[in-house]
């Protein structure tokens, strides 16, 4: 059998359900909150999401968590307070992230293209989302993946991205090779997925809740709800079938 994207979309949210990205860290618990980010966001929603973005580069979003707790709770969830603050600090806050010093100095670099913009989330947005993320990709340590979240995620803007499960999923589902590049990975649900800021957002959630629960680096294939699209699956159950 096949699917399409939007075939798959619907079927693992009738599995997961909605999901609420992006998860906002509650300071009085610090675990997570879905579903709180309104369709304009506050500034201090979407500089959290951006601080987000970066330190979850190679590591578990409960990491994360505690490493944005820890910022919330010293007060320099800022990017003004941040830019003041020395690396050396900011690194021992973030520490649960894993590569605090590169990724406090990662932090820097944006808040540095971010002050040449007045600090001011105004004067980007005002920009064509293909400038923006121009901008965003010539910032040190940011790259394609990490500027789409902060495109989707903080900016609301269409974009979809393309993470380690979208790669995994997709690839074993046979729309594409786990070795294709990330623009022709993202090409693919762009041209083949036609929705909107919302339904992106969904989606990679989606695709994450699946890659971490279900589609592991050893798979969980008898517990997957699109497992009968899958040619991973499909051509394990022959090989089996054939070794009977």
Same mark, same amino acid.
């Given at each position: 059998?096949?699917? $399409? ?27 997570? *909150?879905? &579903? ?5 966001? +506050? ?6 999401? %951006? ?7 190679? +590591?578990?979003?409960?990491? +994360? ?10 007060? +320099? ?44 989330? $105004? ?25 789409? !979240? ?10 979809? =991205? ?22 022709? =990975? ?12 919302? %339904? !992106? ?9 699946? &890659?971490?629960?279900? *589609? ?5 294939? $008898?517990? *997957?709800?699109?497992?009968?699209? *899958? ?14």
């Amino acid at each position: 059998m096949t699917a $399409d994207p939007a075939a798959l979309y619907r079927l693992l949210k009738k599995e997961y359900g909605p999901q609420g990205w992006w998860p906002l860290v509650n300071i009085e618990t610090g675990l997570s *909150c879905y &579903g709180v980010i309104r369709k304009n966001p +506050v500034y201090d929603e979407m500089f959290e999401v %951006i601080t987000g973005s970066i330190l979850t580069q190679g +590591v578990a979003w409960k990491n +994360v968590e505690k490493a944005i707790n820890n910022l919330k709770k010293s007060g +320099v969830l800022n990017p003004r307070l941040m830019k003041d603050t020395p690396n050396s600090v900011i690194a021992e806050m973030i520490k649960p992230s894993g590569y605090f010093n590169q990724k406090a100095l990662k932090l820097k670099n944006f808040i540095e293209w971010f002050e040449k913009k007045e600090f001011s989330f $105004d004067n980007i947005l005002k920009h064509k989302t293909s400038d923006i993320r121009q901008e965003l990709l010539s910032i040190k340590g940011i790259g394609p993946e990490t500027a789409d !979240y902060i495109l989707l995620y903080a900016f609301n803007r269409k974009i979809f =991205v393309v993470d380690a499960y979208t790669k995994r999923i997709f690839s074993r589902l046979g729309m594409f090779s786990h070795e294709s590049r990330y623009d022709e =990975v993202q090409s693919f649900f762009h041209s083949g997925f036609p929705g909107n800021v919302k %339904i !992106y957002n969904e989606y990679h959630a989606l695709i994450v809740a699946h &890659g971490k629960d279900i *589609c592991r680096g050893k798979p969980l294939c $008898d517990k *997957c709800s699109i497992s009968d699209y *899958c040619a991973y699956y499909t051509s394990n159950i022959y090989n089996s079938s054939s070794k009977d």
